[in-house]
């Protein structure tokens, strides 16, 4: 009698959980960013942007005009980070989340990812991380070339405070950034609507929307990222507000508190990296 052969278990293909996925897409993307041109084109404009600063600094550091600036640390590092920081922000932001969904349309290359066992989650949240990591490493290299200035100048004992409470308010204006990015990025199949949307709406766009609702409506505007944003600079000097309500002065200019703040720049990249991720999982590749 023939024996009997052993069932056969039944293999069940699992595909990863997202966020092991994520991590993982966010390597690679990385490695794409070191070797990419854009990576270096932007190191460049910083470090050019760093070396005019410096030049400046060194060439009228007798004036009067920088005199100020350079006796007082808070003065210092309130106008030449918090004023640069936002620029910085707005470039980064572009050069690495302008194309980051957009391109998978545009050069059809995210019609063969899509055929790999990836969910559409893990894709747009590793690039989004790729995007911070490799923004934040734009943002510190802007940092430093200011503090080279700032301990030369002022020394070591200087550094106030504010500028660690600073960095920590640019990083999230930075994420900010980068979810409005990813939204705009996910809208258009067309890389070059993200670029342009991107650097017009953070650069000009919300500070003048700003100043027509201050100016013209006379309400608070909370509503818009620029009001948000001025708290990288707002936490040096005296007399800072750090709650959760905004000041105004003659009922016409506001000025955000920290907290505040932190909670509109967080409303910001909730909403836009929710909505940017929906429409990133309900388009359709062909």
Do not use: C
């Not at 293999?11 to 996925?21: A, G, S, T, W």
């Not at 993307?29 to 990419?36: G, I, K």
């Not at 070339?145 to 100048?153: C, D, M, Q, S, T």
């Not at 204006?173 to 990813?182: D, I, K, N, P």
Request: hydrophobic share 55%; net charge neutral; proline share 3%.
């Amino acid at each position: 009698m023939a024996a009997e052969s052993p069932t056969t278990p039944a293999v069940r293909l699992r595909v990863p959980e997202p966020l092991p996925q994520a991590f993982k897409l966010m390597g690679y993307q990385l490695r794409e960013y070191l070797r990419s041109r854009r990576f270096i084109a932007l190191i460049a404009i910083i470090a050019t942007i760093g070396a005019l600063i410096t030049a400046v600094v060194a060439y009228y550091h007798d004036s009067v005009a920088l005199h100020s600036l350079l006796t007082d640390n808070q003065a210092f590092y309130g106008s030449f980070w918090a004023g640069g920081a936002g620029v910085v922000i707005v470039l980064a932001a572009v050069f690495f989340g302008g194309d980051a969904i957009a391109g998978e349309f545009q050069n059809k290359t995210g019609y063969f990812l899509m055929g790999l066992p990836l969910r559409r989650a893990s894709v747009y949240i590793g690039k989004f991380l790729a995007a911070f990591v490799a923004s934040v490493a734009m943002l510190l290299l802007y940092l430093a070339i200011i503090l080279g200035n700032g301990v030369y100048y002022l020394g070591t004992n200087a550094l106030p405070w504010e500028l660690g409470a600073s960095l920590v308010l640019a990083i999230v204006y930075l994420s900010a950034v980068l979810g409005a990015t990813f939204l705009f990025s996910s809208l258009f199949k067309t890389s070059a609507y993200g670029f342009v949307l991107t650097a017009i709406l953070f650069l000009f766009g919300f500070t003048i929307l700003q100043e027509l609702i201050e100016g013209l409506v006379r309400i608070q505007p909370w509503m818009v990222i620029s009001y948000a944003s001025s708290a990288v600079g707002g936490v040096f000097g005296t007399g800072v507000n750090w709650g959760l309500n905004g000041t105004s002065a003659g009922g016409i200019f506001w000025t955000a508190g920290i907290a505040e703040a932190v909670l509109i720049m967080l409303g910001y990249l909730v909403v836009t990296a929710a909505v940017g991720l929906w429409r990133f999982e309900h388009e359709e590749f062909t």
